[in-house]
Structures are given as C-alpha cells and as structure tokens.
C-alpha cells in the first residue's frame, strides 16, 4: 500500500522559509514525477512544482526564483524548499507522486504566512 508522508509545513513570517518534505513508501511501480501542489481556501488546487525521473522541474510561474523542488530518489522523497514566502503563497500543500497508471496523494499540510 502506497503511503505519503509530508512533513515541514507551519507558520512563518512573510520573507521566511519553510522546508517541506514527502516520504512515500510502498511504492512497487516505476516513478514517472514527484510533486507538491497546494489550495487555498475558495481555491482549485494547483501545481506547484513537479520534478520528473529523468530530474527536469517545473515551477507555478509565482514560485520561480522562490522554491526549489528536490528529490532523494534512493528513499523516495520529494521535498520543496520555499524562500522568500508571501502571504499568497498560504494553502494547504499536498505531495502528489506519479505513477505509470495512477497518482498517489498524500495527506495536505498547512502552510501559513503571516504579514
């Protein structure tokens, strides 16, 4: 059984940094790409980064320059350091692993930047 486990999420300051971090286990299936999409509230959910098997990353247009996406392909962990964070960039953030047939979720964090 597939699991994610996220971990990192909290309140920071605006300009702070948060270090998020997903660990998936079980995974028996080839990896196509490691994620981290987010929603805030009233919000559709929306990527936020994705790092492929073959490691080429892209980014939500506002993140660019801010996060970095990462992955520890030995231990099946994505992590997505975020700089600089903005009060917009509050939502809960959710890990997103891709499989060949199914995606896997795990189960949200809270990130809150205050003013």
Not at 75 to 96: G, I, P
Request: with cysteine; charged share 15%.
């Amino acid at each position: 059984q597939v699991q994610l486990v996220e971990s990192g999420g909290g309140l920071v300051q605006a300009g702070g940094s948060l270090r998020l971090s997903c660990a998936a286990s079980g995974i028996t299936f080839r990896i196509n790409g490691m994620g981290w999409y987010r929603q805030a509230p009233g919000q559709q959910r929306e990527l936020v980064a994705v790092i492929t098997s073959g490691g080429s990353r892209n980014y939500l247009e506002s993140v660019k320059g801010r996060f970095t996406i990462f992955s520890d392909n030995a231990k099946n962990t994505v992590y997505l350091q975020m700089n600089s964070l903005k009060v917009e960039d509050t939502a809960v953030y959710y890990c997103n692993v891709k499989g060949v047939i199914s995606d896997y979720w795990g189960q949200g964090t809270q990130v809150t930047v205050s003013p």
